[in-house]
């Protein structure tokens, strides 16, 4: 069965460090990953996603996220964090076996950037 | 830059009361998808359109919901007879030919008393 995993509830960050935020994923086939960002009270904004080929993806916002089949991980990262990322962010993932491409969520990671 | 587009961006409404979320996907995406969000939990899919037809529907689509096409440009939810618990925000989505990219609209959110 499909599922995606997102380790941590919380991330405390200070601004101007780096960032990192967690995702594990379970398919049968192949994944197509996906990170999307919520902030209070609107919709869900697509960050950045893994189809194929290079394992580091680059984003919006100066967000990237490392794709490692090995580990059956997708982590997103950012080299120094703002403030304005303070925000919930969702991995999805999709099975490439599906034909019918929903995308499965994790249960979401908000993230606090602390000045 | 072309966006999901949702009407209302809240609906209060009675239980036991039918209500109709619209969406306006991407004017070239051909699948189309409802999520909804309860609040403080995970996203979870409802249903998957394509070719104006469902072609996948999660255990929560049930005989309570349904979607249409009801011209080249609206994708619409229906809720039939509310309940407490379809209190929710309520997302669209649409994506190109393959599928490789969700793009969400801001969400409805539903509150049903």
């Known amino acids: 069965a499909q599922s995606v995993a997102q380790p941590e509830d919380q991330v405390n960050v200070a601004e101007g460090n780096p960032l990192t935020v967690k995702c594990t994923y379970s398919?049968?086939?192949?994944?197509?990953l996906f990170w999307y960002v919520q902030y209070p009270n609107r919709g869900l904004q697509f960050l950045l996603k893994?189809?194929?080929?290079d394992n580091l993806v680059k984003g919006s916002y100066g967000f990237e996220a490392e794709f490692n089949k090995s580990q059956t991980s997708f982590h997103l990262k950012k080299p120094s964090a703002l403030v304005s990322d303070s925000a919930l962010y969702f991995c999805a993932v999709r099975d490439n076996l599906d034909s019918n491409y929903q995308l499965i969520w994790g249960a979401g990671t908000k993230l606090i950037i602390k000045p | 830059e072309p966006e999901v587009t949702q009407t209302p961006s809240h609906q209060v409404t009675q239980m036991g009361q039918e209500v109709i979320l619209r969406c306006v996907p991407i004017?070239?995406?051909?699948?189309f998808y409802w999520y909804r969000q309860i609040l403080g939990q995970k996203v979870e899919f409802l249903v998957s359109f394509y070719n104006n037809e469902i072609s996948e529907k999660s255990e929560i689509f049930d005989d309570q919901f349904s979607v249409e096409r009801p011209d080249g440009s609206n994708f619409t939810l229906k809720i039939r007879s509310t309940k407490l618990e379809d209190s929710a925000m309520y997302f669209c989505a649409s994506s190109d030919y393959d599928g490789t990219g969700q793009f969400f609209g801001p969400g409805t959110r539903l509150t049903v008393l």
């Open positions: 893994y189809i194929t080929g």
């Open positions: 398919v049968s086939g192949n994944p197509y």
């Open positions: 004017s070239n995406h051909l699948y």
